[in-house]
């Protein structure tokens, strides 16, 4: 009985909801756990319908650009739910640790042809800055 007014208090609360099976690209490393202090970046590209595998191509070369200081933690593509959905997951030190990192990136050569290669794919993207809860393996 509690477990069922538990749920009606949460759903006044709820606002949407949804699901998504996600998997992992296979050229990007598998998320491991990791030492912290760390912040965590989750980018999120809907990419327009049928770019999937062009995506694929690009970042596979695009990887080895970032991983220098090993802030690709993972990155997977939606299999159930919404499709042709992309999440990147980036670890930094702090905000000024991602700014560095990622102008580093700009200014090694190749760089700049797999953006522009793969942003004219993208319909939208967003960007979530996360901080890890002291039970996640990824500190």
Known sequence: QEYLEFRRERSRMLLSRRNQLLLEFSF???PLPRQGPNIYELRTY???PGTMIE???NWARAIKYRQENQEAVGGFFSQIGELYVVHHLWAYKDLQSREETRNAAWRKRG???NVYYTVPLI?????RIMIPLKISPLQ
């Open 28 to 30: 990007w490393n598998e």
């Open 46 to 48: 809907k990419l327009k």
């Open 55 to 57: 995506w694929g191509n």
């Open 111 to 113: 760089w700049d042809q």
């Open 123 to 127: 319909r939208t993207m967003e960007s």
